[in-house]
């Protein structure tokens, strides 16, 4: 009986098939960014509403949406005029790197696009272990959620570059702590970037727009 | 429940290494979770015991390494657990600190 010695990382497929997407995209000129929370938190919400913000901005984006079933998403969002690409994951709680690549042709076939989003199953547990060549993570929690919810699911609010927190019109009716939110987040965190929006009133919007186009316009320059 | 799909990522290095050391049978399979993975140690188990019956791994053992969350002050270079989340220097309490060690999930070695 003998050792035999591995040393690597358990996901190192995937990671490598996550660095071929992220240097498809680079070479592309397009960014990307993977969006992931609990089910029902608002992220296709948020897209929805940073349609109308980016077409402002003149930043044309599309969209891969990721779900256990049904194309109800991708069909809300091809409403604002952004394409949508639906792929169903069956029962896999996650998107991974592969599923992407195979997404990647329709992706550089959208005219002129700056951006990718890729909306991520509503899951805030199994995402934050699977790259998928995005540039950033972007966490959404919602203020019906509670405000510990960061220290709950540390992983993925670790993994993230920004947290959005939605349904900031809601609050007010719940137990919600919008300091001890942030206060949570940044201890898991402290380099998350933070947004506060509420998508049923378009409230805060905006401001991640805006953000968001900053990094799409830094991201060309590398 | 993506401890399944980790458990795939895990079997298929496994046997890819098996038939390169030609083994037909195995032992011990040593891996690495850290803390602040999304990666649950006991459902991984479950997942693996149950994954690797009627293969060549069947019968082998899982040995999970859990690695603690851990900083190093960028201040005074002192290393220690993070607990809490907490990210204050014990010694200098500077609050610059980088995070070494709780990521992980790496594949260690298999024995047999």
Known sequence: MHEILIEEKILARNDEIAARNRNALKERGIYSINIVSAPGAGKTSLIERMAGELKNMGLRFAVVEGDLEGDFDSKRIERHGVPALQITTGRACHLDAHQISHALPWVFGQDSIELL??????????PAEYDLGEDIMVTVMSTTEGDDKPLKYPAIFSASGALVINKTDLAPHTDFDMNRARENALKVNPYLKIFETSCRTGSGVGAWATYLAGLVKDGKKK | MHEM??????????????????LARLDKVRIRVGELTAVEPDVLRFCFE???KGTRLEGAALDIEEVPLTGRCRACGESFRITGFASVCPKCKGTDIERIGGTELDIVSIEG
């Open chain 2, 5 to 22: 799909s980790i458990t795939r990522s895990i079997v298929e290095t496994v046997e890819r290494e098996m038939d390169r050391a030609g």
């Open chain 2, 50 to 52: 149950t994954s690797i």
């Open chain 1, 117 to 126: 989003v890729i909306e991520n199953v509503g899951n805030m547990v199994c």
